[in-house]
């Protein structure tokens, strides 16, 4: 098999994930919430039992989380394994450098100064704050001591969230930009010289097959790690919610409902940001292949017939696969509070 080699132009794709990201924080702070203007005083006194049961739900998302992330390592990886061209892994690990930077920005900020902007404020920073500073964790019996992730701090509990959420952007950058990039290898082509030009169609479907093939993997995995991520995000979101008095709780969720939905379409917009150019690209060599085999009077009715019967293209059964992987995370986020909680 050729060696395959992905055009420089192409991983400039990574930069619609980075920004769409810019665009959700942008949005955030210019049209949505940025501190639900919620007071703690509808929070329940002395029930630090209701925030470690919250806690134990974050801790139980992470660490599915984590397994998710180490699946997208994995096929990045063994796109990486694949025959490509020494220029090709080169850029492939620059890319995936490039949409670290931001994620590894925000992380910065956040440890630099510990009042920064941090997304649990979307929740009510006050409600939040006062209800994790209940919270007794057995392993911080003085603001002094530390644990895995940072110091233990005056509220062990919120030291949890703050840090774990950091901790969370790193993984999830990594988990994502490995998708993204894995997706920016499927659109390497065959090196051709010195194959017999009767040998160079077959070498191209081959090529194009496999790369059809890989894609539609890393779309099922780049929704299952968003889709997993939405969990997360409803895991943290949720975790003071059986502290709030349950004459305030109804009105609390419904306002974090469209917070919720917020994160929902952002994760699937970072999935389509980097899966559509993709997709469409594979999708334009596909036709030109069948032009080709086919000569330039065909019809476009043989082409694609041409095109599903060496599974260069999908039928409407394949099409509703992908559109439910695509909108994995606008579903957890409207089915999460059921399903998981």
């Known amino acids: 098999m050729a060696p395959r080699d992905v055009r420089p132009v192409y991983f400039l794709i990574v930069l619609l994930p980075v920004g769409v990201f810019v665009l959700q924080g942008w949005l955030v702070q210019t049209f949505g919430v940025p501190d639900l203007p919620v007071s703690a005083d509808i929070l329940q006194a002395n029930v630090p039992h209701l925030e470690a049961q919250g806690r134990m739900r974050f801790l139980a998302a992470l660490s599915i989380y984590m397994l998710v992330a180490v699946v997208a390592a994995t096929v990045l990886i063994e796109a990486l394994c694949r025959p490509l061209t020494r220029r090709s892994r080169v850029l492939a690990v620059a890319a995936l450098a490039v949409l670290a930077v931001p994620v590894a920005l925000k992380v910065w900020a956040h440890q630099s100064d510990p009042n920064s902007y941090r997304g649990y404020f979307q929740m009510g920073r006050s409600l939040v704050e006062a209800a994790l500073a209940q919270g007794v964790v057995p392993g911080c019996t003085a603001p002094t001591d530390r644990f895995i992730l940072g110091p233990c701090g005056e509220a062990p509990a919120l030291e949890i969230l703050r840090h774990g959420l950091d901790f969370v952007n790193l993984v999830a950058g990594v988990a994502v930009g490995s998708m993204a990039v894995a ?4 659109l390497g082509a065959p090196q051709l010289a010195g194959l017999r030009a009767e040998d160079q169609p077959a070498e191209k479907l081959e090529a194009l097959q496999a790369n059809a093939a890989q894609l539609k993997k890393t779309l099922y995995v780049s929704s ?10 409803l895991s943290w979101m949720h975790w003071p919610l059986e502290m709030i008095a349950k004459d305030h709780r109804k009105d609390y969720e419904t306002a974090l409902g469209g917070t919720e939905l917020l ?11 980097f899966y559509l150019p993709v997709s469409f690209l594979l999708d334009l060599r596909a036709r030109r292949l069948a032009g080709a085999a086919l000569g330039a009077g065909s019809g476009e009715t043989k082409r694609r017939a041409w095109a599903v019967e060496n599974g260069l293209t999908t039928d409407f059964q394949q099409m509703l696969k992908e559109g439910l992987a695509i909108a994995g995370p606008v579903l957890a986020a409207l089915t999460g509070g059921v399903a998981l909680f």
Do not use: P, R
Not at 266 to 272: G, P, W
């Open 263 to 273: 994160f929902g379409v952002y994760f699937s917009l970072l999935l389509l940001s």
């Open 183 to 186: 997706s920016i290898l499927c």
């Open 224 to 233: 299952l790690v968003l889709s997993t991520g939405m969990f997360l995000a």
